[in-house]
C-alpha cells in the first residue's frame, strides 16, 4: 500500500462520533505500551502522526485515520493500566466489545502483543472476547527486533498457545520495518474485497 494521504480524522468518545461514511476500517488493540502507536507509524509512514506513549491516560477515546481517502485506522484506547480498578477494566472491556459488535464496516481488528512475553490474562480475555464477536483478526507480535531470529518461531507458537488462537500471528517490528509489507498485503487483500462487496 502507497500511503498518499493520511489524515487524524477525530477522537471519538461516543458511538455517535464514529465516522459514518462505510470506509472500510482497520481496529489496532492491545495492552499499552505495546507498541501500536509505533506501529501505526510505521504503517502510515509518518514519524508521529500516532502519539508514541509518553503519557499513559486512561481515555476511553477511539482514535480516527482515514487514508487515502479509502479506508480508515481506528486506534483503540490500550488496555492492562495497572491501576485501574476491577470494574473499571469490566467496563472497558465492553466498551471495547461494543465498538466490536456495532462497527459495521469494520474490515478486521489487529490484536497486538509483545513478541517477547507469554500473552497476560487480559491480552487472553481480550482475544477472547475478539473470537466470541468472531470478526476477521491478526494477531500481531510486535518488537520482534528486541529477540533472536531462532527465537521468533517459538515465541509465536507460545503466544497462539496461550491465546488458544488459530489466528494467524505476524512477527512485526516497527523499528526495522520488518513484515510491515505482511501486514499490509493483509490489509490490501481486505480492503479489496470489501470494495468489491460492496459493488455487488
Ligand atoms: P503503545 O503504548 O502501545 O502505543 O506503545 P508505543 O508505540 O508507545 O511503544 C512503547 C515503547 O516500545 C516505546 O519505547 C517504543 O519505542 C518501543 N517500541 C515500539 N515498537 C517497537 C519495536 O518494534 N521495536 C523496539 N525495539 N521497540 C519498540
Given at each position: ?6 489524515s ?6 461516543r ?12 481496529a489496532?488493540?492491545?495492552?499499552s505500551?505495546v507498541g ?5 507509524n510505521?504503517?502510515?509512514?509518518r514519524?508521529s ?9 486512561k481515555?476511553?477515546q ?9 479506508f480508515r485506522f481506528?486506534d ?8 485501574v480498578?476491577k470494574?473499571q477494566?469490566a467496563a472497558?472491556?465492553?466498551w ?5 459488535e456495532?462497527?459495521e ?11 517477547r512475553?507469554e500473552?497476560s490474562k ?16 491478526l494477531v500481531?507480535?510486535?518488537?520482534q527486533?528486541?529477540i533472536?531470529k ?8 507460545r503466544i ?9 500471528i ?9 513484515n ?7 490489509l490490501?487483500?481486505?480492503i479489496?474485497s ?5 459493488s455487488d
Open positions: 500500500m502507497i500511503v498518499k494521504q493520511v487524524f480524522e477525530l477522537g471519538a468518545v458511538p455517535s462520533q464514529w465516522p459514518r461514511d462505510g470506509l472500510p476500517e482497520f489496532f488493540i492491545g495492552r505500551n501500536k502507536s509505533s506501529l501505526l510505521r504503517l502510515l509512514q514519524k502522526i500516532a502519539r508514541v506513549s509518553q503519557h499513559p491516560g481515555t476511553q477511539i482514535n480516527f485515520y482515514r487514508i487515502n481517502d479509502a481506528a483503540l484506547p490500550g488496555y492492562g493500566y495497572a491501576t480498578s470494574l477494566r472497558f472491556q465492553r471495547i466489545k461494543g465498538y466490536i456495532l462497527r464496516p469494520l474490515a478486521r481488528v489487529l490484536h497486538l502483543v509483545d513478541i512475553h500473552p487480559e491480552d487472553v480475555q481480550y482475544h477472547q472476547l475478539l473470537q466470541e464477536v468472531g470478526c476477521p483478526m500481531i507480535a510486535t518488537k527486533d528486541k533472536s531462532s527465537a521468533i518461531q517459538p515465541s509465536i507458537q497462539a498457545s496461550c491465546l488458544q488462537t488459530g489466528v494467524t505476524v512477527p512485526v517490528s516497527a523499528t526495522n520495518a520488518q510491515i509489507d505482511s501486514v499490509w498485503s493483509v490490501d487483500a481486505d479489496l470489501f470494495s468489491s462487496d460492496a
